[in-house]
Every structure is written in C-alpha cells, then in structure tokens.
C-alpha cells in the first residue's frame, strides 16, 4: 500500500504514535509518505536511512493582504500533490483539525481520487478544540468527511459521541509501544550519578502544559521526599516549566530535583525511574504511561480520560481522582517502602504493556486500510 500520514512534528503523543506507526508500516514493506511542517522527532535522530519513508514538508508564503501564513491551505495543497504524484492509497490523518478537514481539502481537489481518508483522534481535537463553537462544526467536518475514523481509548470515543453525534461508528484502536525498544536497561552508572545515596528516582515526562497538572507533580513528590530519600527528574519543555522551577524552590526540594529538558531517547531514562507521576487533567490514553510500564515502572496517576484503560489500578499501579495529591503520595510511599511490592507491580506494568505491541495494534490499522481499499471510490457527502 501505498500510505500518506500527516501529524504534527513537535514532541506530543500524537506525533509519536503517528511516527512511529508509519515507521513501522514501511518495515512491513508499504511506502509511507509524511506531509508534514517538519521531520517529526521520532524521525530525525534514527541514525540511519530507512527504506520506504518519505517526507515531504509544507512550505508556506507570508502575504500581506493576509492575517498568517495560509499554512492549511498549503497543507491542503502539499497532500494533493503527492497524492496526485504518488498514486497514495490511503491519507491518514492524525487529528481532525488541521489534518482531517485539510486532507478532506485535497480529495476535493483531486475530484473523483481513490485516496481514502482515515482519521484518527488523539484527544486535544475534542476534549479542548471541541469546546469552542466556533470550531466545532469544523471537526464534525473533518470526522465525517473521513471514511474511516479511530480514537485512541474507549474514553475519547465516549467523548466524541455525546459531543458530535456522529453518523458513522468510531473504531478503537489504543496507542501502542514498541516492547523491544522499550524495556528496563541496565543502568546502574547514571542511576549513581543522578541517585549517589541509592535515593529513590520519581519521574514525570509531559509538554508542560497546564492541563498536565505540574503543580500537582511537585507537590506529590514532596510529599515522598518527606517521607524518604528521593529524585525527581522532569523530562520534558513547555509554558509550565518556569513555574514549576520557581515552586520546586518555594517548597523546598530544588536541590533533589533535575530538569532535563527534552530528551528524545526516553527507554534508558525510563529505566532508570521506580515511579512514574501522571496526575493530569485531561489524558486521552497517556503514552508515556505505556512506555514506562513497558520498561517496568509503575505508575501513580489521574483517573482522568483514558488513563485507566492503560494504568490497572492497585497491580501496575495507583489511580486517584483528579487533583487527590495526598492519595498520590500515599501510594507512591507505600510502593517505594515496600520492595517485594514494588516488584510485583513492575512485573505486572511489563505484562500489562504487552497488550498494547505494536505488532498488534499496526495490524489493526493494516486490516482498516485493507478494508477500505475494496470499497468503492465514492463516499457519502
């Protein structure tokens, strides 16, 4: 097949998964084409050329009679040229806006193509776009000019139906992790660097945002730092970060906590972790979760979205309401206290990873392309 993925670039979960999926659909031999504003950054650090990825970037005009660069509209335009030049079986669309409407653009603009659109919904799209008017009719656009769209937890699909009602069924397909990358490596030389007095090592990775509830991060940590020798390392950069170093001093345990900035080989830093914090406020399937339980590290979290279809509370981890930071801490205490405990969790946060594998969740997506590739060209308007 012949595939068209268009995402954002930037460090976000929706670029990961996109990325990642198109990687490994051209390991299993189909040419994938991205369209997109940059490299996505899983993709500019492989190291080596990989067969059957190409990428192929929006270039936008400033021009004076308009407001911003019509950077959708060169989208629009970019997708129907290299569908058009490369004869693409498939535009999948990470996000309903900009991509869907603008993939739905292209098709427009080829006329009676063959090209397939699917959609697939990764949160940001309806939890917060979804909740302004004015672009509400634009994603119910998007979704239901697509022929086929997906939505990564049960909890967002739930989501999307009781906003936008839509005409056809939304199919699940979850994140997924790759368990041969992501796994607990050995270590032990920067765990002593970062952990000299064999401290405990919490972790919280995100884009720093608000809805990720940094505050909440730190207050959580400081109430295991009270109870016991510990780090925090935060991984990650956004509008967040600035406060959260101002409070981590505020309360007195900047001295045991390291912020590492963006960091694009994650698997090792996982690794070194016994805890993962995710207390966010809204979470449509929380990547990162995934990938720290694949590389054996429990995880304390919101309940929120879809964060407990990943996260089993009380085995790979603890879950509590929204903003519960004593519950939080209490329940990181009682796991990293408890060693024998702490193993039973890991195993369990790898075992539980394995029902996400890429190879099982890329298969989902091979069949949906399959599928809509035998039916007819035309589609309901």
């Keep these: 097949m012949k595939i068209g993925i268009s995402c954002y670039a930037t460090l ?11 990687k490994a659909l051209a390991a299993r031999g189909h040419e994938v084409h991205f369209i997109v504003s940059g490299t996505p950054f899983r993709l500019g650090y492989l190291g080596y050329f990989m067969d059957n990825i190409y990428i192929h970037e929006v270039e936008t005009t400033s021009y004076p009679v308009l407001q911003s660069s019509p950077y ?27 991509y869907a409407v ?35 009719d634009v994603i119910r656009l998007g979704i ?36 041969h990358q992501y796994q607990r490596l050995e270590s032990s030389k920067l765990r002593e660097r970062i952990a000299p007095n064999g401290e405990k090592i919490v972790l919280h990775m995100s884009n720093f945002r ?30 967040e970060l600035d406060s959260a170093r101002k409070l981590t001093c505020k309360v007195g345990i900047a001295n045991d906590v390291l912020f590492l900035g963006q960091q694009d080989e994650v698997a090792q830093l996982l690794s070194l972790a016994d ?15 995934l990938e720290a339980m694949a590389c054996g590290v429990p995880v304390i979290g919101s309940t929120a979205g879809g ?20 519950s939080m801490g209490n329940y990181a205490i009682s796991l990293l206290s408890n060693p024998e405990k702490w193993e039973n969790f890991s195993r369990a946060a790898r075992h539980r990873a394995d029902f996400f594998t890429m190879e099982k969740k890329v298969a989902q997506y091979e069949a949906l392309y399959d599928q809509l590739i035998l039916q007819p060209a035309n589609y309901q308007s």
């Design 144 to 179: 239901e000019k697509s022929h086929a769209v997906t939505a990564v937890s049960q909890s967002l699909i739930d989501q999307t139906n009781e906003l936008f009602e839509p005409r056809c069924p939304i199919m699940k397909i979850h994140n997924f992790v790759d368990v």
């Design 12 to 22: 976000g979960g929706s670029g990961a998964v996109a990325t990642e999926l198109g």
């Design 210 to 239: 608000a809805v990720k509830r940094i505050p909440d991060v730190i207050d959580t940590f400081r109430r295991i730092h009270d109870a016991l020798p510990a780090k925090l390392l935060l991984v990650g950069e956004g509008p």
């Design 72 to 98: 959708d509209l060169a989208l629009s335009a970019k997708m129907a040229d290299v569908i058009r030049h490369f004869d693409l079986d498939i535009i999948h669309a990470h996000y309903a806006i900009p």
């Design 275 to 289: 805890l993962l914090l995710l207390p966010s406020q809204k979470e449509s399937f929380g990547l990162v979760a």
């Design 102 to 136: 603008c993939a739905f653009l292209a098709r427009e603009m080829l006329g009676s193509h063959k090209v397939k659109i699917v959609t697939t919904l990764h949160g940001t799209d309806i939890t917060v776009l979804a909740q302004d008017p004015l672009l509400r």
């Design 307 to 326: 964060i407990p279809e990943v996260v089993e509370h009380t085995k790979s981890g603890y879950l509590a309401p929204v903003g519960d930071t004593e």
